[in-house]
């Protein structure tokens, strides 16, 4: 069964520093989005990529983050200087349609602000 | 804001008896009512989902009861199995053309003894 890739499983980031966290969707699927979920806590959206463009976005989405799909296949969120606050698992999720048709999620990266 | 409320936190369940987890919504424009399931490590996997139009829906063990008028919603794991012990999340979405965010619950931790 096809499946979201993404890496790396676990990141390990100075306070202040860039982190590019990276994700491949399924390949026929057409939504990409980003959620995260801070340890024991539940699953926050972040946002929402169709058509090259960002769809939708939550609060927690501020100007420190961007999304971008370089090439046909992967899909990546980037944290411009990373907060002690962004530590958290991110999970990539991608679905085909967006007449609620399934989100398919990812195993998670775990980030880890030092 | 929390739009969707989940109970109970934790539950302990025999094997073999019947796991019951309710949400609650807030918004009723909300269409799309997902189930997902979290193993450590791991991320949600979707287990089952509801539209607002059916009151019922079941996948073998998995069963979705779903009230409009009261906004809530139940998941019903029957003959439940250790192997059932995981996170499970509810989530709504709101109708979209380009992406939709899952809105999550807080979670429900179950247990089920041997």
């Known amino acids: 069964e096809p499946e979201v890739t993404q890496t790396p499983s676990h990141q390990v980031t100075q306070m202040g520093q860039e982190v590019i966290l990276r994700c491949v969707p399924i390949s026929n699927h057409l939504y990409f989005y980003w959620y995260r979920q801070i340890l024991g806590q539940k699953v926050e959206f972040l946002v929402s990529f169709y058509n090259n463009e960002i769809s939708e976005k939550s609060e927690i989405f501020d100007d420190q983050f961007s999304v971008e799909r370089p090439d046909g296949s992967n899909f990546t969120l980037k944290i411009r200087s990373t907060k002690l606050e962004d530590s958290a698992m991110y999970f990539c999720?991608?679905?085909?349609?967006?007449?609620?048709?399934?989100?398919?999620f990812g195993d998670g990266t775990r980030l880890s602000i030092l | 804001q929390q739009q969707v409320k989940q109970s109970p936190q934790s539950l302990i369940v025999q094997k073999g008896g019947i796991s019951i987890i309710n949400c609650a919504y807030e918004n009723t424009a909300f269409d799309y009512f997902p189930w997902y399931q979290q193993f450590p490590g791991k991320g949600p996997a979707l287990l089952i989902a509801?539209?607002?139009?059916?009151s019922e829906k079941k996948e073998g063990r998995f069963t979705i009861s779903f009230n409009k008028s009261a906004k809530q919603f139940s998941l019903h794991i029957m003959d439940s199995q250790p192997g059932d012990s995981a996170t499970y999340f509810c989530a709504a979405s709101l109708p979209s053309n380009s992406g939709y965010a899952l809105n999550f619950g807080k979670g429900t931790s179950l247990l089920v003894t041997p």
């Open positions: 509801i539209r607002p139009d059916v």
């Open positions: 999720a991608s679905s085909w349609s967006s007449s609620n048709q399934p989100q398919h």
